[in-house]
Antibody, heavy 121, light 112 residues
């Protein structure tokens, strides 16, 4: 069974750093892109970027480039999303999701449960 | 960015009746391989988005056959043949052909 399990809720202050995680199981972690999606409370989802564990290739939405960093630890099947200096506007729910890009597919099919990040000013 | 415009934004329905949601794209989502790179999700209250339809018209594993997706190019439709209580939530279309990937604004389905 494919599972993506995310780290728990976090509360930080503006200017602080944070790294949240997404640990996968049930499939070969190396061979599928992992995407990160932000959802501000009451708003729609927004794709932030994706990372390919096999070669660490990353794609960022321009508005998130330089604001966040995607990384993976292949030894423990875990993807990370990190901030070096949080802003109050980073307050949101963050989801990781697996991209199924097999032949005849291109969809984020499995999603983590979400990590709520709250940043106070 | 590719803009996806959903309509309606609110969809009050009667259980057992059909429902349809439109998603229009500002760019062509039909790839040279013949697939439309448009997916549909349902986000139930307090939950992660769940995949319903991928590549325009293919039902994801475990999705009831009352859900169907159609369309091509820039115009797509999600149809529910007979709405059931468990279908309440917000429906999103998402395109994965043009970076950055984008979502529609969402359509909230609830009962009259």
């Amino acid at each position: 069974e494919v599972q993506l399990v995310q780290s728990g809720a976090e509360m930080r202050k503006s200017g602080e750093s944070l790294k949240i995680s997404c640990t996968v199981s049930g499939y070969n972690f190396i061979n599928s892109w992992i995407g990160w999606v932000r959802q501000v409370p009451g708003k729609g989802p927004e794709w932030m970027g994706s990372i390919y564990p096999a070669n660490f290739d990353t794609i960022y939405r321009p508005s998130f480039q330089g604001q966040v960093t995607l990384s993976v630890d292949r030894a423990i099947n875990t993807a990370y999303l990190q901030w070096s200096s949080l802003k109050a506007s980073d307050t949101a729910m963050y989801y990781c999701a697996r991209l199924n890009a097999d032949v005849g597919h291109c969809e984020f099919d499995y999603w983590g449960q979400g990590s709520l990040v709250t940043v106070s000013s | 960015d590719t803009v996806l415009t959903q309509s309606p934004l609110s969809l009050p329905v009667t259980p057992g009746e059909p429902a349809a949601i439109s998603c229009r794209s500002s760019q062509n989502l039909l790839n040279r391989n013949g697939y439309n790179y448009l997916n549909w999700y349902l986000q139930k209250p307090g939950q992660s988005p769940q995949l319903l339809i991928y590549l325009g018209s293919y039902r994801a594993s475990g999705v009831p056959d009352r859900f169907s997706g159609g369309g091509s190019g820039t115009d797509f439709t999600l149809t529910i043949s007979r709405v059931e209580a468990e279908d309440v939530g917000v429906y999103y279309c998402m395109q994965v052909l043009h970076s950055p990937y984008t979502f529609g604004q969402g359509t909230k389905l609830d009962f009259k």
